[in-house]
C-alpha cells in the first residue's frame, strides 16, 4: 500500500510503499478514504510534542474514516463493508491514518454518522472526544447550567460549544471579533476576549457569581482567567491545554475545582480505549440528530498532498478542519 511517511522530524512527509498490515486480535483492518489533521497532528511531525511522541520511521495522522475489508479475531462490532470513524494511530509507536489501509483497535472505532461524509467523519475523533470528555465526563455537564467556552471557534471550542448546547446548557463562548458570527452560528453568546475583561462578563453574565463549567481550549494566560470565571461554591473549569504553571488560588477562594483532559491517553497507555468508541457513538447521535456539524476547510489534498495541507493549516489559511482524500 502507499502511505505518506515521516522520516525525520521537521522534514517534509514521503510519498512510499510499505507492506499492507494484517489484523490482529481485536482489530479491524479499514480501507482509509479520509485523515483529519489537527494542530497536533504538526507538532509531531515537527518533533515539538513530547507528549505524543512517534518513534520514526513512521506513518503519522491520528483521525481518520473508511470502510471495514477484515475483521480479526473476536470482533463481532464491526464487518465488511461498514464505514466507520475514530482516532486510532499516530502517536506512541501505533501506524497513522495517512495510509491506504490501517490494523485498527476495534475499540477505538464506531460507525460514521449516517448524515456525515466520510470526509467530515475524519475530521471530528480528536476534537469531538476532547470536548466531550472534559464537558461530560469531567465536567459532568446538565441542562441548564451556563457554560463558557474559551475558544469558541477553534476545533475543541466549536465542537464543545455544540454539545453544551444539545445538553441544554446556556452557553457563552470567547473569541476575537473576526469570530463573532461563526461562534453565534453555533447558538453561543459571543465575548470579545480582547475588550472584555474577566470581571466585566461575569458579571454582565452570571451576575458575578461565575459561570458553571469553564472551558479552556487555549491554555496559558486564558486558563488563568478561567479560574477567575468559574462560579462560586462549585463551579468546575476543564482544560485541554493546562501545561504550563498556575496559581490556583483564585480557583480556591472561588470553592471551585478543576481537571485536565489529555485524550491521547488511551491511545499511549492501551487503557480505556473502549470508552473512545463509546464517545464516537454519542457523537453519530448528534450528527444524525443535526446537533454537532464540523467545520470543514473546502480546500482537497490528496494523498502525496499531505506537506500542502500541513502548510495551509500551519499558515492560517485553512477556514475549518483540514482533510486528506487518501482514496
Given at each position: 500500500?502507499?502511505?505518506?511517511?515521516?522520516?525525520q522530524?521537521?522534514a517534509?512527509?514521503?510519498l512510499?510503499?510499505?507492506?499492507?498490515?494484517?489484523?490482529?486480535a481485536?482489530?479491524?483492518?479499514v480501507?482509509?478514504a479520509?485523515?483529519?489533521?489537527?494542530?497536533?497532528?504538526?507538532?509531531?511531525?515537527?518533533?515539538?510534542?513530547?507528549h505524543?511522541?512517534?518513534?520514526?520511521p513512521?506513518?503519522?495522522?491520528?483521525d481518520?474514516?473508511?470502510?471495514?475489508?477484515?475483521?480479526?479475531?473476536?470482533?463481532?462490532?464491526?464487518?465488511?463493508?461498514d464505514?466507520?470513524?475514530?482516532?486510532t494511530?499516530?502517536?506512541?509507536?501505533?501506524?497513522?491514518?495517512l495510509?491506504q489501509?490501517?490494523?485498527?483497535?476495534a475499540?477505538?472505532?464506531?460507525?460514521?454518522p449516517?448524515?456525515?461524509t466520510?470526509?467530515?467523519?475524519?475530521a471530528l475523533?480528536l476534537?469531538?472526544?476532547?470536548?466531550?470528555e472534559?464537558?461530560?465526563?469531567?465536567?459532568?455537564?446538565?441542562?441548564?447550567?451556563?457554560?463558557?467556552?474559551?475558544g469558541?471557534?477553534?476545533?475543541?471550542?466549536?465542537?464543545?460549544?455544540?454539545i453544551a448546547?444539545a445538553f441544554g446548557?446556556?452557553?457563552?463562548?470567547?473569541?476575537?471579533?473576526?469570530?463573532r458570527s461563526?461562534?453565534?452560528g453555533?447558538?453561543?453568546?459571543?465575548?470579545d476576549?480582547r475588550?472584555?475583561?474577566?470581571?466585566?462578563?461575569?458579571?454582565?453574565?452570571?451576575?458575578?457569581?461565575?459561570?458553571?463549567?469553564?472551558?479552556?481550549?487555549?491554555?496559558?494566560a486564558?486558563?488563568?482567567?478561567s479560574?477567575?470565571?468559574?462560579?462560586?461554591?462549585g463551579g468546575?473549569?476543564?482544560?485541554?491545554l493546562?501545561?504550563?504553571?498556575h496559581?490556583?488560588?483564585?480557583l480556591?477562594?472561588?470553592?471551585?475545582?478543576?481537571?485536565?483532559?489529555?485524550?491521547?491517553?488511551?491511545l499511549?497507555?492501551?487503557?480505556?480505549?473502549?470508552?473512545?468508541?463509546?464517545?464516537?457513538?454519542?457523537?453519530?447521535?448528534?450528527?444524525?440528530?443535526?446537533?454537532?456539524?464540523?467545520?470543514?476547510?473546502?480546500?482537497?489534498?490528496?494523498?502525496?498532498?499531505?506537506?500542502?495541507a500541513?502548510?495551509?493549516?500551519s499558515?492560517?489559511?485553512?477556514?475549518?478542519?483540514?482533510?486528506?482524500?487518501?482514496?
Open positions: 500500500m502507499q502511505a505518506m511517511i515521516s522520516k522530524a521537521g517534509p512527509l514521503a512510499e510503499d510499505i507492506a499492507m498490515p494484517v489484523p490482529g481485536g482489530q479491524v483492518l480501507r482509509i479520509a485523515s483529519g489533521v489537527n494542530p497536533l497532528d504538526l507538532k509531531i511531525a515537527a518533533g515539538q510534542a513530547a505524543a511522541h512517534m518513534p520514526l513512521a506513518v503519522l495522522g491520528i481518520m474514516a473508511g470502510v471495514v475489508q477484515a475483521v480479526g479475531e473476536g470482533v463481532a462490532a464491526f464487518r465488511p463493508g464505514q466507520v470513524f475514530g482516532m494511530g499516530g502517536v506512541g509507536g501505533v501506524q497513522g491514518s495510509a489501509f490501517a490494523a485498527v483497535d475499540d477505538l472505532l464506531a460507525l460514521k449516517r448524515q456525515a466520510l470526509r467530515e467523519a475524519a475523533p476534537v469531538f472526544i476532547t470536548a466531550w472534559g464537558l461530560v465526563d469531567r465536567a459532568r455537564l446538565r441542562a441548564g447550567q451556563k457554560v463558557l467556552v474559551h469558541g471557534a477553534g476545533g475543541v471550542g466549536h465542537v464543545a460549544v455544540q448546547r446548557a446556556e452557553v457563552y463562548a470567547t473569541g476575537s471579533a473576526g469570530q461563526v461562534i453565534e453555533y447558538g453561543a453568546t459571543f465575548i476576549y475588550t472584555e475583561s474577566v470581571a466585566d462578563y461575569v458579571q454582565q453574565y452570571t451576575g458575578g457569581e461565575g459561570f458553571d463549567i469553564v472551558y479552556d481550549t487555549v491554555g496559558g486564558t486558563l488563568d482567567a479560574f477567575a470565571a468559574a462560579r462560586l461554591y468546575h473549569v476543564v482544560s485541554c493546562g501545561w504550563g504553571t496559581a490556583l488560588a483564585p480556591s477562594f472561588r470553592a471551585a475545582t478543576y481537571s485536565g483532559v489529555f485524550t491521547l491517553l488511551p499511549l497507555s492501551g487503557k480505556g480505549r473502549a470508552q473512545h468508541g463509546a464517545i464516537l457513538r454519542e457523537a453519530a447521535r448528534l450528527v444524525d440528530e443535526g446537533k454537532v456539524r464540523v467545520q470543514l476547510d473546502p480546500a482537497r489534498y490528496a494523498l502525496a498532498e499531505v506537506n500542502a500541513h502548510a495551509a493549516l499558515g492560517g489559511t485553512a477556514r475549518g478542519k483540514v482533510v486528506i482524500d487518501v482514496v
